[in-house]
């Protein structure tokens, strides 16, 4: 049988209308060589895109008796999955006034959102390809037409196949917009418990379709994520597992979460003028540090951005999921799984990785965002980088460590001719003033308050450009003043000349500053008589003074990395510190503390952006100066030998030499690390120059256990008392 140009199908389907029992038996011949002729296609293109599997009609001649579109029966689909609605990207062959390759969407149909923004994609990349009735038909333009859908798909569907994969596996939620800081509160009052709940005054954007689709979200993964913004970044996550917008639903959730004892009404919840309009219940609450900007997640495109009480439905990607919740930088609300510490100390035997580790781990809190795991290498790099420009420091205590060179002290001025001392600030104090400058900084708004500097370089301006030679400073003995000379910008002092004609004489800098934000007095004798003036000319030029526009700084993390720790005397070195640096003594916490240092600074506090790692070697004997309180506000992290990833016969050696150790010490605390067998050093080297000292140490000297630590192994060591010297062969 001929078959039909495209007109005479035309007409074929017009004039013959669209039910299968309207046709005549030429008619169905031919709507069944098409279909034969498609399903040969469908094969072959399948073929050529080898993971996809087909699917077709299961009647095609007659499949109604009551009548059926020809049209809906003459197609073939070839589905991305086996499953025929996991993915709704198929490529279709149908008879519409001609054949043609179309993007097609079903499926989906309980996912209000997704099909949504489904329909705005295809129609962002709507794609057509036309076939005619002769290249289904013809067998001698097969080839060229499978050669033309591949490419077709390669060309169209293969974009579209990515942003509808990426749709596919997208985790929808809420986003809240919350200022009102209860958060911190609401984690410390339910850190031990398995559920808590909290309600919102109003209910989430497009009410009835999101209600079915987070209800359905729970169904499929067991909770949704409810985000709560500040400043338009994603602050805290909360794992919601149930909810109720009804008071029937909150009944419900009263005998099935019986611990939290909810009321029979949400209207029982309330505060001020609001009261709740829907309840739910976490299985989790954090927070999410560093935060992420909202604009990282994706609001459904009939919404926008909550404000005030809004919740507005989003979504993200499965792997955005999986960064909140599994990277480092998360505080989790369970104390015992919490991943970011204010406060840790990194122990354990020697050679077992605590010092290198350290470096990672400051990056990782200083910069999470450049931090690559598993290389070490590059991180060093960014260490390096962030301890120049401050943000890091690295120090390493010793017997003879002070708290003067911690926090603050006096040191003798060099430069003078005269014996006097200036007041001196400590690696930490240093830090902490950075990371405290940096915290008020980032909650300020864009209209900044006029800092020290900006009023101080104002000021002195035509005598730092050489403008003028001096400027007269007036004191409170009425008729005296003295005569600002210069600034020394790299020494940091001012040079002045007093009334009398003395000269040599100079103010510190950092000490101006102190006085003029209200954190030194210097009184009002000695160097007080020349301070104080200063400091109220400067308070009355500010005065005159527009505040300079800026943006609000970004929070960043200063880490301080204090190597051997256990080394110094802990309590004569940190001093009032050992209890600011608790979490919730922090500036900004609920409890927070602040103290008067020995210098005269009122009001120093920790900020809570300032980081500690401290590194502890167990074999040495000062471990005993790690006292009660410091262990109390610190979290110790173990570090231990490991037997992988470097010359198997290392590994076995060690492996025997540690467990002979244990036997011998009963502890952990003297075990031999993998550290000394990673040097690409030869293993007799290794034991001769390192680990055999350690032994030596350990055992006091006695060569007879020294020896019976390597029984069980392929290593033969004896000690020759004759040339007072270890000899080490393989056996």
């Keep these: 049988m001929d078959y039909f140009i495209k007109q005479e199908f035309d007409t074929f389907i017009n004039n013959k209308g669209k039910d299968v029992n309207s046709v005549g038996q030429p ?61 709704d990207i198929a490529l279709v062959f149908s008879v519409d006034d001609i054949f043609n390759i179309r993007i097609d969407s079903e499926g989906w149909d309980d996912d209000f959102y997704k099909r949504k923004e489904l329909k705005k994609i295809r129609q962002t990349r709507a794609a057509e390809e036309h076939i005619t009735i002769n290249e289904i038909l013809d067998f001698k333009t097969f080839d060229n037409l499978v050669e033309k859908i591949v490419n077709f798909y390669n060309d169209n569907i293969v974009p579209l196949n990515d942003e509808i994969v990426q749709l596919a596996e997208t985790k929808i939620g809420l986003m809240a917009a919350d200022n009102t800081g209860w958060q911190t509160n609401f984690i410390k009052k339910n850190i031990d418990q398995p559920y808590s709940f909290n ?41 919601v597992v149930d909810f109720a917008y009804t008071d029937k639903e909150l009944k419900n959730l009263q005998s099935k979460y019986s611990e939290l004892n909810l009321e029979d009404s949400l209207d029982s919840y309330t505060e001020r003028n609001f009261s709740a309009k829907i309840l739910f219940i976490f299985k989790s609450f954090a927070e999410v540090y560093p935060p992420i900007p909202k604009t990282d997640f994706k609001i459904f495109s009939e919404f926008d951005y909550p404000r005030q009480d809004n919740l507005s439905p989003f979504y993200m990607s499965s792997g955005l999921i999986k960064t909140i919740k599994n990277d480092t930088s998360i505080i989790i609300t369970k104390r015992t799984s919490k991943m970011i510490l204010l406060n840790q ?40 980088k962030l301890r120049k420009s401050g943000q890091i420091e690295f120090v390493t205590f010793h017997q003879n460590y002070s708290y003067e060179d911690f926090v603050v002290g006096i040191t003798p001025d060099v430069t003078s001719s005269i014996l006097r001392f200036d007041k001196r600030e400590g690696v930490f104090k240093n830090l902490a003033d950075d990371a405290r400058k940096n915290w008020l900084a980032s909650r300020k708004s864009e209209q900044s308050d006029i800092d020290f500097d900006y009023v101080f370089n104002s000021y002195f301006k035509s005598l730092i450009e050489e403008e003028v030679s001096e400027i007269d400073i007036p004191m409170k003995s009425k008729n005296y003043s003295f005569k600002v000379t210069s600034i020394d910008v790299e020494d940091k002092r001012i040079k002045f000349r007093k009334k009398s004609g003395g000269t040599g004489h100079d103010l510190l800098i950092k000490n101006v500053k102190r006085i003029y934000e209200g954190t030194l007095d210097y009184g009002t004798e000695g160097l007080g008589v020349y301070y104080n003036p200063l400091d109220e000319q400067l308070k009355e030029y500010a005065k005159k003074l527009t505040p300079p526009q800026t943006s609000t700084e970004k929070l960043r993390n200063f880490v301080m990395v204090i190597d051997e720790i256990n080394r110094a005397n802990i309590s004569k070195v940190f001093g009032e510190l050992i209890t600011l640096l608790e979490d919730d003594k922090r500036l900004g916490a609920e409890n927070e503390l602040r103290v008067t240092l020995p210098n005269g600074e009122e009001d120093f506090g920790i900020p809570p952006n300032l980081y500690i790692i401290g590194t502890m070697n167990t074999a040495d004997k000062s471990i005993a100066l790690i006292d009660i309180a410091l262990r109390r506000r610190f979290e110790f992290i173990g570090y231990y030998p490991k037997y992988e990833d470097y010359d198997p016969a290392a590994c076995n050696l060690l492996k025997t030499i540690n467990a002979n150790i244990y036997d011998k010490k009963k502890s952990a605390d003297y075990l031999i690390g993998h550290a000394y067998f990673m040097k690409n050093q030869p293993i007799d080297t290794v034991l001769r120059n390192k680990v055999l000292p350690l032994l030596m140490e350990y055992f006091s000297g006695k060569t007879n256990i020294v020896v019976e630590i390597f029984n069980g192994s392929n290593w033969e060591v004896n000690y020759d008392s004759t040339s007072y010297s270890w000899i080490v062969k393989e056996k």
Excluded: C, M
């Design 199 to 239: 309600w919102n005054s109003k209910r989430p954007s497009g009410t009835s379709d999101t209600i079915k689709e987070l209800k359905e979200t729970i169904k499929r993964n067991g909770f949704f994520d409810l985000l709560y913004i500040q400043n338009s970044e994603v602050k805290y996550v909360a794992q």
């Design 27 to 87: 008619e169905k011949e031919l709507i069944t060589q098409l279909n034969t002729k498609l399903g040969h296609l469908a094969e072959l293109v399948k073929e050529k895109l080898s993971f996809f599997s087909v699917k077709k009609a299961p009647h095609i001649i007659n499949p109604n008796p009551n009548g059926a579109d020809i049209k809906k029966y003459l197609w073939y689909r070839i589905f991305p999955t086996e499953k025929w609605s996991e993915l």
């Design 345 to 384: 100390i990194l122990y354990g035997p020697p050679g077992t990785g605590k010092t290198y580790n350290s470096i990672d781990k400051a990056v990782e809190i200083a910069e999470p965002e450049r931090f690559i795991p598993d290389n070490h290498q590059a991180n060093k790099i960014v260490f390096d």
